[in-house]
Structures are given as C-alpha cells and as structure tokens.
C-alpha cells in the first residue's frame, strides 16, 4: 500500500505542477480508499516515485522542460547577480516540469532592495511571504517575490546577507536545502 500510495502521490504532482506533497499524500490515500492508513510514504519516496513516473510517462518533453527552466534560472541569477542568487526546490533537483516555478534564493541588507532592484527594472511583480524550516522546530518566515520570466513563474525569497550560511531544510527530505550558485547550474546546463 505504501509504494501504491508514493506512486498515485506522485502523478498528482506531476499532473498538478504542485509539490505539495502532504496534500498529495492525502488525495491519494482518498483515491485508494486507504484515508485510515498508517503507512504513508515519506516525501522522498514520492520524489522518487515522481522521477520513476517522469521517466516512464514525460520522457519525450520532461529533460527538455527541465533544461529551458534552468535556462531561466540562469538568467534570472544573472540578472540578480548581485544579491548571490542561489538556485533551489525541484528545477534544482531535477523533477521540475511545465507547472514548476523557478526560485531562488537571495541575500540582501533588506528585502525592499530587492523590491526596488525589480521596479528600477520595470519588473511587475508579487510579494509574498515564505515559511522555511531551519531545524527540527525552527521555522522563519522569509518575505518574497513573484514575478514572471519568459512566461515562466519565478519566486525569489530573500534572506538577510549573513542568511547564507544558513541553509534551511528541504521539505522533500528533512535535510539540508540543496542550492547552487550560478556556476553550479552552468555545469548543470553544460553536463
């Protein structure tokens, strides 16, 4: 029941563009009728049923999705090259697809420069709020950014300049939140 649980858990995701995987647990332990269950499967079992699935089903346009998005995210770190942009979540870690939004990480004396780097230029965009977890009952709520970029949705949360050593934790796997800087999504791109 648990791998039939990751598997339906992860074509909700991929048919919903959400990685929002405790709602996507729920809807499917309510698809297989086993709401009672005990036996969920951990968000990095269904990260792992969600690569199995893009292979199996995305293979002819998901690799090729993944690359565009992290070509946009490449652009957008070089156009935020000054706040030490850092790439994050699923583009970063290769499950994103055509629902995805590219985010990153950004580091600023105060998140308004940020807000004024995007209307200086003429950037429309969205605030928001972003709560990350930094330890076992840590959490912080860091302000943010939408906005779109060649159609393609981008959230960039801003920490404060000494935030870069501390990275929050991942909500696929509890452990510490991949990120790469521009270099590291070149050879990304280049590999």
Known sequence: MRERLAQEAAQIL?????????????KAAEHLGAVDTRNMPSNSEIE??????QRLFRADHQPQELRRLRQVALQAMKFFAGFKPRLV?????????????VTLHVYAGAAEEVGLYLMENAVPF????????FGVERY???P??????????LEVV?????G????????????TMQRADIEAVENLLAG
């Open 144 to 153: 943010a950014y939408r906005f779109l970029a060649e159609e393609t949705p």
């Open 158 to 162: 801003v920490f404060p300049i000494d």
């Open 140 to 142: 912080q709520t860091l």
């Open 48 to 53: 792992e049923a969600l690569m199995t699935y």
């Open 164 to 175: 870069s050593h501390q990275a929050p934790l991942s909500p696929v796997d509890g452990k």
């Open 126 to 133: 969205e605030t928001a709020d972003r709560r990350l977890r």
């Open 14 to 26: 991929a048919e919903t563009g959400s990685r929002d995987f405790f709602a996507a647990k729920r």
């Open 89 to 101: 979540g699923s583009v970063l870690r290769g499950t994103a697809d055509t629902n995805s939004t």
